[in-house]
């Protein structure tokens, strides 16, 4: 079955892209709005501190919960919290009333979600939390309503222009909750020092998961690694380079610390008749590019892009080599 084909006369088009750009200039003015909220308001920039501390607080998990559109934007709160370090889960009001609320402890916390702040759903939640002391943290946009006169920190949303032209359906509105939950969630993963390596463990999979793998992961190490003693003749490097498949070498001193590189491009750059008697020092490299084991693979990938090179080596605190890094193995990780 194929596509559908749908042609918009031009008049219909314009008209289309007039709605679509009605949209963003709304949304555009909204998340204005909040942000000059938070300048203005100081109840509202001193309730959404409170927030953060009474969640960073907080012996127990954050538990949020809405209905209809509120729902939606609850579930991915909870999602962007659980991500960055903050334990949370969703719990539908109507599920929460037919034994759900036997999840929540009183060392839990509330986040509850109501653009009026009247949800009939969410008043069972209300009676809970009453009843057994668990702090409620609401979001809605009437400081007068019933959710935020029984809300511990009651963040008060600034009324907005809805993008629907019959102001009904929520759209701006939401996009205003989901904003708050993420300056949430982000305020708590900087208060608690939350890190990228932290952040890999929730996310181990999938392109993210690549970038935030450390390049130790992925280089070759040990006998893998295409080093040579200097001193010693060009034609051994280039059995060396041409055994190890990384069209480089390695040339370490004494010592054992890497002094230089000599490359395929050296190699052309010094070609002559008695090129493969030199000694590996009189055509290699010097003060070549490194990096460190415990890198992630993401900055070694812009670094090998900032500096046009392909092959990296790692290095140990000494500056003896360790490993080898392509940047083939960074593409078949994902991370690019």
Not at 62 to 81: C, E, L, N, P
Not at 214 to 238: F, I, K, N, T
Not at 245 to 259: E, H, K, M, Y
Request: proline share 3%; aromatic share 4%.
């Amino acid at each position: 079955m194929g596509l559908r084909q749908v042609k918009a006369d031009g008049q219909s088009r314009s008209a289309m892209l007039d709605s679509i750009g009605r949209t963003l200039t709304k949304a555009t003015n909204g998340i204005k709005a909040l942000a000059d909220h938070l300048t203005t308001d100081e109840a509202f920039a001193r309730s959404l501190v409170d927030a953060v501390e009474l969640i960073g607080d907080s012996e127990g998990r954050v538990v949020v919960s809405g209905v209809g559109k509120s729902g939606h934007i609850g579930r991915k709160i909870a999602a962007t919290m659980a991500s960055t370090g903050t334990s949370a889960y969703f719990v539908h009001p109507t599920e929460a009333s037919h034994g759900d609320l036997g999840m929540v402890t009183s060392q839990d916390v509330l986040i509850l979600l109501s653009w009026s702040g009247e949800t009939a759903e969410l008043g069972n939640m209300l009676t809970y939390a009453k009843r057994f002391k668990v702090p409620i943290i609401s979001i809605c946009a009437n400081r007068d309503s019933i959710l935020a006169r029984n809300s511990e920190v009651a963040l008060v949303l600034p009324k907005v222009q809805e993008a629907c032209p019959h102001g009904l359906a929520p759209t701006t509105s939401a996009m205003l909750q989901l904003a708050i939950g993420d300056a949430l969630a982000i305020a708590l993963l900087e208060r608690r020092g939350f890190s990228a390596e932290d952040f890999k463990t929730f996310h181990p999979g999938g392109k993210l998961g690549a970038q935030l793998r450390l390049v130790h992961e992925l280089a070759h190490v040990a006998e893998q690694v295409p080093l040579l003693a200097v001193g010693r003749p060009m034609s051994e490097a280039v059995i060396e380079m041409s055994s190890k498949g990384f069209g480089v070498v390695g040339i370490v001193d004494d010592g054992g610390t890497l002094v230089g590189v000599i490359t395929d491009g050296d190699l052309r750059r010094h070609m002559a008749g008695d090129l493969l008697l030199q000694p590996v020092e009189a055509v290699m490299s010097h003060n070549p590019r490194v990096i460190k084991g415990d890198v992630l693979a993401s900055a070694a990938m812009e670094f090998m892009q900032e500096h046009k090179v392909t092959v990296l080596f790692l290095i140990d605190d000494a500056g003896l080599p360790v490993g080898i890094l392509h940047i083939h193995d960074l593409l078949r990780a994902g991370v690019a």
